[in-house]
């Protein structure tokens, strides 16, 4: 099982302020993809990165799927209240076969008003 | 939007009683996963399903589990002999046709089961 590590586990700030979340491992990731998820609810999708150094936006989210395809950042600039959930990162890994995802612990983020 | 759905959304069970979950996955969609999520943990991977049998499963998914498709729509996952450590938030998920890295697995609302 490829493990995925998230930092930091929680952070707390202020509305408009920009944050960071880092998704790493010692494995190559086939793709990665960054899940938020609310309390009670499943993890909802927000963007799949496949191709090394690859950065896409949504709206005021920034990802980036390192070079070595073994880790990933979550950008997110003046951030609302809206953002806060929990962010999780799961990728496939290069070894398995249907492409069941390993989840990283995810990063517990809450953006104060 | 297309989604997955499952039901019930919470469950409360006895030790040792048998439980269903089900999920009604993407109508197109044909591979499909089992997750669960026990309370402020990772979610961790159960088991994968396609062409109408199981591809993979985790050391978690012992004989007390077992997965169906039994009409070509609901997707289920049965516990035989409820654990209280079975409690936990079971999240269905979907793939599409394609087998390619970049196909975004799609996940239910999950079920909550707690075993008392």
């Known amino acids: 099982t490829q493990l995925l590590e998230q930092s930091p586990q929680f952070l707390s700030i202020q509305e408009g302020e920009n944050l960071t979340v880092y998704c790493n491992s010692s494995?190559?990731?086939?793709?990665l993809q960054w899940y938020r998820q609310e309390p009670g609810e499943g993890p909802v999708l927000l963007v799949t990165?496949?191709?090394?150094?690859e950065v896409k936006k949504l709206k005021r989210l920034t990802f980036q799927f390192g070079d070595a395809r073994k880790d990933s950042s979550l950008h997110i600039t003046a951030a609302q209240p809206g953002d806060t959930g929990l962010y999780l990162c799961?990728?496939?890994?290069?070894?398995?076969?249907?492409?069941?995802?390993?989840f990283g612990a995810g990063t517990t983020v809450t953006v104060r008003a | 939007e297309p989604e997955v759905t499952q039901t019930p959304s919470h469950q409360v069970t006895q030790m040792g009683q048998e439980v269903i979950l089900r999920c009604v996955p993407i109508s197109n969609h044909l591979y499909f996963y089992w997750y669960r999520q026990i309370l402020g943990q990772k979610v961790e991977f159960l088991v994968s399903?396609?062409?109408?049998?199981?591809?993979?499963k985790s050391e978690i998914f012992d004989d007390q589990f077992s997965v169906e498709r039994p009409d070509g729509s609901n997707f289920t996952l049965k516990i035989r002999s409820t654990k209280l450590e079975d409690s936990a938030m079971y999240f269905c998920?979907?793939?599409?046709?394609?087998?390619?890295?970049?196909?975004?697995?799609?996940f239910g609302q999950g079920t909550r089961l707690t075993v008392v």
């Open positions: 399903f396609y062409n109408n049998e199981i591809s993979e």
């Open positions: 990165v496949v191709t090394g150094g």
């Open positions: 494995s190559v990731f086939s793709s």
């Open positions: 998920a979907s793939r599409t046709r394609e087998v390619a890295p970049n196909t975004e697995a799609f």
């Open positions: 799961a990728g496939p890994g290069e070894v398995s076969n249907d492409y069941k995802l390993s």
